[in-house]
């Protein structure tokens, strides 16, 4: 019976279990992407390896090469590593796989049989816990007739979960004010919905306490407005807890280097003089919550 | 005693009232035709913003139900209008509203041009120059020939040099009226480029309220073709043209040569030293700084202040500073040398 070696200093599934889904839904509520990467060697069966060393110089190998946001672990069978990348996605991961399977092959210190296999899980929601994650990317990697250096995908968890985004636009004129009411209805943005509401002034704005929910809230607000003008607005929002999720856009007619100075330092986080090209506005709006995720 | 006869009083009376009766009457009719009015005016605006949008943004067939059919409706465009043109820029959205004020608007405002009240001519004036409404550009001219007012030689000035560039260059040698430089400005930055230019070239046949707005113009425009006219204007021969020419040269930001400004270190006038100081902020400090710590000595607050100010933004400019303060004999450059370092570091 063969036993299982586990190389000294190295996480155990059981170990990360526990800590992976506090990091998923922290990840998700960040909107981070969660990639994992699970790593088997391809000829560990054959005798005439010494499964003792290939299992600590890969453990060394995985350490030695991985950063120091990313985390190692070793699953229970003693045949399978997993490295769990947070801020990455799949992208950074095959490159991360394509770096160290090139170091390994030119690597004459590990035993000369040694080649390994890789499947990659992109997670951007959370319909997955630790156990489906093992599970899945086991079975992926299970098939003997696979070729050394071989990758594969799990795609099945890297669409985000549509998330609302409360919208408010604070705008005087009222043709206008409908104007933009309809271009942000009719935005498409992938993975987001928003929900549109129009005010004509800063007062009704406040008064209607949307803004104190905890969705992320889009405002796109004149800097002159009647009853409670932009940057009184500004200001409010800025002192509330949790201020991170206001995405404020400030229009002005003012076209000075002044205006738009104040209008930073104040902590808006775009600053559009009148008159705009209504596509830019949108550009700029998709550009900002393509941020969102990576 | 005045002695009046009761049929006299009741007479008069009865014609008074009469009078206030036709006065509320008409009162009357007036409110109810603006309620008429504006009722009409916000159903076409209700109905009809919509689809104005979905035109002109995005592409939809025009429909005929957008063309105007009384005052009420043509009220309600131009506030559509208006709104888009002073919010959006879109060069499709003002070609779509060109034509469509050239082909449904046209006649309203041809009339509105004819009409004896100033203030519908003058309404009429600013929507032919916003709507680009060149098919009135004959009707306007013939404005010209009755009597008009400063203001709307002042709309037609404008108009002109939309639509007719050298009858606006023709029109503003001859003024009518004369203008303030703010009002000359307004008309300048409308101007295309060609135009525009014609005003250095012809510089010194212009009055000097013109070519002080010329010059402001150019430092609004920010546009790196002007630099090289603003330079040919630091030789000339009125002190306050220097000096807007070089606050010009400021605002546009770019220096490619530091000779031309060199002269102006020793000028008689403080305010022409202030603005080279300000100026050495777009050379690097390697060539400008034996300039600077000139101007940094100057007798004049505002120049030191102002070249202290000016060392300090590079990046090496506090160690020049603190270097200057080691061997410098001059009091007055040293204390403003270290207030400057003082205020620098406080804002770190």
Not at chain 1, 100 to 115: M, N, W, Y
Not at chain 1, 171 to 188: G, P
Not at chain 2, 295 to 311: F, G, H, M, Y
Request: glycine share 2%.
């Amino acid at each position: 019976m063969n036993e299982v070696i586990f190389a000294k200093d190295i996480m155990l599934e059981q170990d990360v279990k526990k800590y992976f889904e506090i990091m998923l839904e922290s990840a998700i509520r960040s909107h981070m992407t969660i990639t994992t990467i699970f790593l088997k060697c391809v000829h560990s069966t054959s005798s005439e390896v010494n499964h003792s060393n290939v299992n600590t110089q890969i453990t060394d190998f995985l350490t030695e090469n991985i950063r120091k946001t990313d985390l190692l672990f070793q699953l229970a069978d003693g045949e399978h590593w997993g490295i769990i990348f947070l801020q990455s996605s799949d992208v950074e991961a095959n490159a991360f796989l394509k770096r160290i399977f090139h170091l390994l092959k030119k690597d004459s210190t590990l035993e000369s049989r040694v080649a390994l296999k890789a499947s990659i899980t992109e997670i951007r929601n959370n319909q997955i816990n630790f156990e489906i994650l093992v599970e899945k990317n086991k079975a992926l990697l299970a098939d003997n007739n696979q070729q050394q250096w071989w990758i594969e995908q799990i795609e099945d968890y890297r669409l985000q979960s549509i998330e609302l985004v409360k919208v408010s636009i604070i705008e005087q004129n009222a043709i206008f004010r409908k104007v933009l009411e309809t271009t942000l209805n009719s935005m498409d943005i992938a993975n987001f919905t928003f929900d549109v509401t129009a005010y004509e002034d800063g007062y009704s704005f406040l008064q209607s306490n949307t803004y104190q929910s905890g969705h992320l809230h889009l405002i796109i607000m004149n800097d002159i407005l009647p009853r409670n003008n932009g940057l009184e607005i500004l200001h409010s929002l800025r002192t509330m807890p949790n201020e991170k999720r206001f995405l404020i856009y400030m229009m002005s007619e003012r076209n000075s280097e002044i205006a738009a100075l104040n209008a930073y330092e104040g902590g808006v986080d775009e600053f559009i003089v009148k008159p705009f090209n209504l596509r830019l506005l949108e550009a700029k709006i998709k550009r900002t919550f393509a941020r969102y995720w990576l | 005693m005045i002695d009046l006869s009761l049929d006299f009083l009741l007479s008069v009376i009865a014609i008074l009232f009469i009078v206030l009766c036709g006065f509320m009457m008409y009162i009357f009719y007036q409110r109810q035709s603006e309620v008429r009015f504006k009722k009409s005016r916000d159903i076409y605006l209700k109905d009809y913003s919509q689809l104005w949008y979905e035109y002109l943004f995005n592409n939809e067939i025009f429909s005929v139900v957008l063309i105007p059919r009384g005052k009420p409706q043509v009220q309600a465009i131009e506030m559509i209008f208006s709104s888009y043109l002073k919010n959006i820029t879109n060069d499709d959205m003002r070609w779509k509203m060109k034509n469509f004020s050239n082909q449904y608007l046209k006649t309203f405002y041809e009339n509105d041009l004819m009409n004896k009240r100033w203030s519908i001519r003058m309404n009429a004036l600013y929507r032919i120059a916003d709507l680009q409404l060149d098919e009135l550009l004959d009707a306007c001219k013939k404005l010209e020939t009755t009597k008009y007012s400063k203001e709307e030689f002042f709309q037609l000035l404008k108009i002109y040099s939309l639509f007719q560039p050298e009858l606006f260059i023709q029109k503003i040698k001859v003024p009518n009226a004369n203008y303030s430089e703010s009002e000359y400005r307004r008309l300048f930055v409308l101007l295309e480029e060609d135009t525009f230019m014609r005003f250095f070239d012809e510089f010194t046949s212009w009055s000097m309220s013109i070519q002080f707005a010329v010059i402001d113009t150019a430092a609004a425009k920010k546009n790196m073709k002007y630099i090289e006219k603003l330079e040919q204007l630091l030789t000339n021969e009125n002190d306050e043209i220097k000096i807007r020419a070089l606050k010009g040269l400021f605002e546009i930001g770019v220096i490619e040569n530091i000779n031309p400004y060199i002269p102006f270190v020793t000028s008689h006038l403080w305010e022409v030293r202030l603005m080279v100081g300000k100026i050495f902020k777009y050379v690097p400090l390697s060539y400008s700084y034996p300039y600077l710590e000139q101007l940094l000595q100057d007798e004049n607050w505002w120049v030191r202040s102002q070249a202290a100010k000016t060392i300090a933004e590079d990046r090496d400019g506090l160690e020049k500073l603190k270097e200057f303060i080691s061997y410098s004999t001059d009091h007055y450059a040293v204390e403003m040398a270290q207030e400057t370092i003082m205020r620098k570091q406080g804002t770190r």
